[in-house]
C-alpha cells in the first residue's frame, strides 16, 4: 500500500506530505482544486514522461517521493520485486518498505529507488507492478491482452499449469537455439581441410613458450661465437703463447727477484714468491682462454639448423600470432572446432530427438492449460456480468474470449475481453467499446471479482462515477469498499454517496497565499468530512436536513 507522498514545488504544491491508510480511500474537493495534480504525482512516480512545465514558477525543481509497504496479502508481488531490485543491483527494502523518487529539473528528470538512480523505465517497470490508475487519459493495464491472460490464469487457480508451460517454452528454446548454432556450425570439406591442416601445422612444430627464448639466446651465441674464438686467442697469445706475452716479459723481472731475494733472504723473498704466482696465474688463465676459444669454434650445421627453427617459429607467429602463447591459443580452438565437428552429427541427432521430446511435452502442457483456460473463461464471463448489473450496467453484456495464438511461453491462447454496454449493440473488444467513464465501471467489475487473484496492490479510480447517480452510485460505493478489503483504493469523486463510503477521506482545495495560488491535500474527519458530504450535496451547514442526510451516509460507512 501507499504508505506516504511527499509532493515538493509540482505545479501549484510548493510542499505536501500526506499519509494514507489501507482500504477505500476517498478524494474529493471543488473542480478544479488541484485533484489531478495528486494524480499527476503518481504518473511521474511511476515513471512517465518528465518535462519543465511541472515544476512550480520560480523553483529549480520539483520531487515526487512515494513510500509503498509491500504486505503480507502480496507476498508473491513482494518476491517479485525483491528479485528484481537483486537484479537491478539496488539497495533491499527496510521493513518491507519501497522508496520511489523523482526529481525534475529544467535540464531534465532523475529517478531512484531505494535512494539509489535508476533509469525512468526501471521506474516505470516498478511502477506498473505497484499501481493502476483508471482515468480518462489513462491507458489501464487491464485494457491490455496480455494482462487479460494473466488475471484469467489467475482467476483460474491456473499458477501450476502456466508454469508447467513456462518450463517447457524455456527448454524447447533454449535446445532450439543449440541445434541453430550447432547447425551454423557445419563445416563444408574444404574448409575442414583448411582447418586440418592448420592444425597440423602447429602441431608438428611441437611449440613452447619457453623454447623460444631459450633458442634467440643460443642463436645469439652462435652468430658471435667467431669473434669471441678470436677474441680469446688474443688473450690467450698475450698472456703466455707468444715472444711477446705478459709470461715472457715477466722472466728478466723473475731473475731480478732471485737476486734480490739472494741479497736479502728476510725481506725479499716475497717479491720473488708473488712474482712466481703471477707467472703462473697468466699461463693457467692463457690455457682456460684456449680451451674457451675450441669450444666456440662455429658450428655452422647447427646455427643453420637454429635459423630455421627461428624462421618456422615467426611464420607461424605471423599467421596464427602475434605471440607464441597466442599461436599455441590458436590450435586449442581448431582442436576443439574439429572435435565438435567430428561429434557434429551425433550431436545433431540427439539434440533434434530432445527437441521433439520437448515440444510433444510443451503441446500437450499447453493443450492442458488451454482447456483449463476455457473452463475458467466460461465461469469468468458471467460473473463480471453480474457485478456490471450491480453497477448500472443492466442489459450489459461481457464475454472472455479464447483464441488460438502462435505457441510462446504463455501457451497457445489469445485472450480478449469484449463488452457491450447495452442491448442490441455489437459486443466489441473492451479496449475499443467503452467510454472513459464506462470503462473505469467495467474495470471495477472485474477488479472486484478478480480482489483475491489480482496482484496488483494499489488502484485508482478517477471519474469512475461519470453519468451515474441514485442506486447505481450506491452499488459503485459498496464495491470500491469490497476491493478495498485486499487492495488499497483511491478514488477521485463527486459523489456524495461515494466519498462517504471511503475508509478514509482527503479533501484538496485551492487558496490563495500573498499572490500565490497554491494546492493543499489533507486527511478529514467528524466535522470536517460531514462539512464536505454537505458541499457535495449542494448545501451549507446551516441546511439541518443536508447535514443530518450526510450523517446517514458516513453511518451507513461503518
Not at 520485486?81 to 520511489?100: A, D, I
Not at 602463447?325 to 530432445?354: D, I, M, N, P, Y
Not at 478489503?485 to 461515494?498: A, Y
Amino acid at each position: 500500500m501507499l504508505e506516504s507522498l511527499y509532493i515538493r514545488n509540482l505545479v501549484l504544491v510548493p510542499e505536501l506530505h500526506v499519509e494514507f491508510g489501507g482500504g477505500f480511500n476517498t478524494v474529493t474537493g471543488e473542480t478544479g482544486a488541484g485533484k489531478s495534480l495528486i494524480l499527476g504525482a503518481l504518473h511521474l512516480l511511476m515513471g512517465a514522461r518528465a518535462t519543465a512545465a511541472s515544476i512550480r514558477r520560480g523553483a529549480k525543481s520539483c520531487e515526487i517521493t512515494g513510500v509503498i509497504r509491500l504486505d503480507d496479502d502480496f507476498r508473491a508481488l513482494r518476491e517479485d520485486l525483491v528479485k528484481k531490485l537483486e537484479e537491478y543491483g539496488l539497495p533491499p527494502c527496510e521493513e518491507n518498505r519501497l522508496l520511489l523518487r523523482r526529481v525534475i529539473t529544467e535540464s531534465g528528470s532523475r529517478a531512484f529507488i531505494n535512494g539509489s538512480p535508476v533509469t525512468a523505465a526501471i521506474l516505470k517497470e516498478f511502477g506498473d507492478r505497484l499501481i493502476d490508475i483508471h482515468g480518462p487519459n489513462d491507458s489501464h493495464s487491464l485494457l491490455l491482452p496480455t494482462r487479460q491472460l494473466h488475471l484469467l490464469d489467475l482467476y483460474g487457480g491456473l499458477q501450476s499449469q502456466t508454469t508447467k508451460v513456462v518450463e517447457c517454452w524455456t527448454r524447447l528454446t533454449e535446445t532450439h537455439r543449440k541445434l541453430q548454432e550447432l547447425l551454423a556450425e557445419g563445416l563444408a570439406p574444404e574448409e575442414l581441410a583448411l582447418l586440418t591442416h592448420q592444425l597440423k601445422e602447429i602441431d608438428q612444430a611441437h611449440l613452447t613458450v619457453e623454447e623460444e627464448i631459450e633458442l634467440l639466446e643460443r642463436h645469439r651465441l652462435a652468430v658471435n661465437s667467431a669473434r669471441r674464438c678470436e677474441l680469446a686467442g688474443q688473450l690467450a697469445q698475450g698472456l703466455a703463447q707468444s715472444d711477446q706475452s705478459m709470461v715472457e716479459a715477466l722472466v728478466p723481472w723473475i731473475r731480478a727477484a732471485e737476486e734480490l731475494a739472494e741479497l736479502d733472504p728476510q725481506h725479499a723473498g716475497e717479491f720473488l714468491n708473488r712474482l712466481n704466482l703471477l707467472s703462473e696465474e697468466c699461463s693457467s688463465l692463457a690455457s682456460e682462454l684456449e680451451n674457451y676459444a675450441s669450444r666456440t669454434d662455429l658450428d655452422e650445421e647447427a646455427l643453420h639448423e637454429m635459423d630455421e627453427r627461428i624462421e618456422l617459429i615467426q611464420k607461424l607467429k605471423r599467421r596464427y600470432g602475434p605471440t607464441l602463447q597466442a599461436v599455441l591459443e590458436t590450435a586449442e580452438r581448431l582442436r576443439s572446432r574439429l572435435q565438435r565437428a567430428a561429434t557434429r552429427t551425433a550431436e545433431l541427432k540427439r539434440l533434434r530427438e530432445e527437441e521433439a521430446a520437448i515440444l510433444q511435452t510443451y503441446q500437450a502442457a499447453a493443450q492442458e492449460l488451454s482447456s483449463a483456460r476455457q473452463a475458467a473463461a466460461l465461469r469468468l464471463s458471467p460473473a463480471i456480468v453480474e457485478k456490471l448489473r450491480k453497477l448500472g450496467f443492466l442489459k450489459a453484456a461481457f464475454e472472455v474470449r479464447l483464441e488460438m495464438a502462435k505457441p510462446s511461453a504463455s501457451g497457445i491462447d489469445s485472450c480478449e475481453f469484449f463488452f457491450a454496454p447495452n442491448q442490441g449493440e455489437n459486443i466489441a473488444a473492451l479496449r475499443h467499446a467503452a467510454s472513459s467513464g464506462e470503462v473505469a465501471r467495467v474495470m471495477l467489475a472485474i477488479k472486484t471479482v478478480l480482489s483475491e487473484v489480482d496482484d496488483l496492490p494499489i488502484l485508482v479510480f478517477d471519474e469512475i462515477d461519470a453519468n451515474i447517480g441514485g442506486r447505481t452510485a450506491g452499488a459503485v460505493a459498496a464495491e470500491l469498499h469490497a476491493v478495498g478489503t485486499r487492495h488499497q483504493v483511491f478514488s477521485i469523486t463527486h459523489l456524495p454517496l461515494i466519498a462517504a463510503a471511503g475508509d478514509s477521506h482527503y479533501l484538496v482545495e485551492k487558496n490563495t497565499e500573498g499572490d500565490r495560488t497554491v494546492t493543499t491535500m489533507r486527511q478529514i474527519h467528524d466535522t470536517d468530512r460531514t462539512a464536505e458530504i454537505v458541499r457535495m450535496l449542494g448545501s451549507t451547514m446551516e441546511d439541518a436536513a443536508a447535514v443530518a442526510h450526510a450523517g446517514e451516509m458516513l453511518a451507513q460507512r461503518s
